[in-house]
């Protein structure tokens, strides 16, 4: 029975348990998965679970001088195979010569890889996302004689499709999270077989009814509070956030706005929140671990997104499933999640007019919405089920991995052949 190479730019991450739930989910199947990451993690801030992968996982970065040598001698070695991995990247019209350099240095890391796994009887490279791990992950496949496939998520698909023909070209399949997603790769790939293009939903666990007072208009005594989830990078637009935070601030309008998440942007937006006067209303709350999400949940009147590009957002399942009302984007595969108006509401995109009448209106009409809270949880138990995903997932990658070897049916399957 082969293996299977699971890839991520950075594994394990907090930011990405999906990765470590297919992993699992794979291996209660019976597959043997080796763990591979692009860039070494910290073990520093990683729960139990993760410094369990963290400890198993097999690290691209650094590389040492023997490890280069021994990919750029294999590549050498190799040659016709080596230029049709280059061939795309010197005659893409729209690399940019940074880009092409890049690629080249990815391009050692995926022979590095593929010395790492030859050992380990791999038979086939998955990778989460499309970014550099995709393409190390195709030399690496290309180097093996294996397949490769990968699954796309948002902003590697829409806002950095990086060398994103010759992977689609190259892989076996590709997953993707939206029906979004797939219309848009066989609109702009049409080369690309529509078979090749799975949609597989990510999920989160069903929340089990829990007393609350607040679903109706929030209190006298109290602000109206809004909570945005995600990591602080330009892609989630919180400075769109931090600007409609202001003009309701002038427009006396009673809030608290919580932001929950770390990234690269807190200082230029606690310099914004400053400049603006937000101090005492928006308050930025660092990075918290999915178990400690729910107080939040339960104590936000309006779960807001403002993302520039998203997949289907994993918040917006979380809050909905704890029957919060959400506002988010018009964009991508938000509508096939939210629905306008029936399991939350949406708001043109980049329009501070269109997301603040939303917002007020929400807050003059809290005590009406109930049937949308509810709507919004059964939404998310229908088609956003983590569990019930992840069994979908695992009969839908190994259908398509026949050379694997071994017999990885799902147990309940098992049993019904066995009793015919």
């Known amino acids: 029975m082969r293996a299977i190479a699971y890839l991520a ?6 930011l990405e348990p999906y990765v470590m739930d297919e992993i699992a989910a794979l291996r209660r199947r019976g597959v043997d998965v080796v763990c591979c990451s692009g860039k070494r993690v910290s073990p520093n801030g990683l729960s139990l679970t993760e410094r369990v992968y963290w400890k198993e996982t097999r690290y691209s970065q650094p590389l040492t001088d023997s490890q280069l040598a021994d990919a750029a001698r294999r590549l050498i070695r190799d040659r016709r195979t080596l230029w049709e991995i280059l061939r795309p990247l010197l005659f893409d019209p729209h690399a940019s010569p940074l880009l ?23 038979g ?43 992977k689609l070209k190259a892989c076996s399949f590709c997953i993707t999270v939206s029906e979004f ?46 909570l945005a989830v995600g990591r602080l990078h330009p892609i989630k637009d919180y400075a769109f956030l931090l600007q409609a935070c202001s003009a309701l601030r002038r427009q006396s309008f009673d809030f608290l706005c919580w932001i929950v998440g770390e990234g690269p942007d807190r200082s230029s937006l606690e310099c914004q929140i400053s400049r603006l006067g937000l101090q005492s209303y928006v308050h930025l709350i660092g990075q918290v671990p999915r178990t400690g999400l729910v ?15 998203e997949g289907v957002p994993v918040a917006l399942m979380e809050a909905m499933s704890h029957e919060r009302i959400v506002l988010a984007p018009r964009i991508t595969g938000v509508p096939e999640l939210v629905e306008d108006g029936r399991t939350g509401f949406l708001y043109a995109p980049g329009s501070l007019p269109s997301f603040l009448d939303r917002i007020r209106w929400i807050y003059e009409n809290q005590a009406s919405l109930a049937e949308i809270r509810r709507a919004a949880s059964a939404r998310v138990a229908a088609s956003f089920n983590r569990q019930r995903n992840l069994l979908d997932f695992t009969e839908q990658f190994l259908a398509h991995i026949p050379n694997l070897g071994g017999n990885h049916a799902h147990p309940l399957l098992q049993q019904v052949r066995l009793s015919i």
């Open 100 to 122: 092409r350099v890049r690629a080249l240095g990815h391009t050692l890391m995926g022979a590095a890889l593929a010395d790492d796994l030859a050992p380990l009887n791999v």
């Open 181 to 226: 997603n797939r219309r848009y790769i066989l609109h702009n790939y049409p080369s690309i077989a529509a078979e090749k293009i799975l949609v597989q939903r990510l999920g989160v666990d069903r929340v089990l009814s829990w007393p609350s007072k607040r679903t109706s208009a929030p209190a006298a005594n109290r602000p109206f509070c809004l």
């Open 9 to 14: 730019n950075e594994f394990p991450s907090a």
């Open 295 to 309: 107080p939040y949940y339960r104590n936000a009147d309006l779960v807001v997104s403002t993302s520039k590009s």
């Open 124 to 166: 086939h490279i998955h990778v989460h996302h499309g970014y550099f791990a995709s393409w190390m992950a195709l030399v690496a496949a290309r180097l093996l004689d294996i397949g490769f496939s990968f699954t796309l998520h948002g902003s590697d698909l829409l806002l950095r499709a990086d060398l994103l023909a010759p």
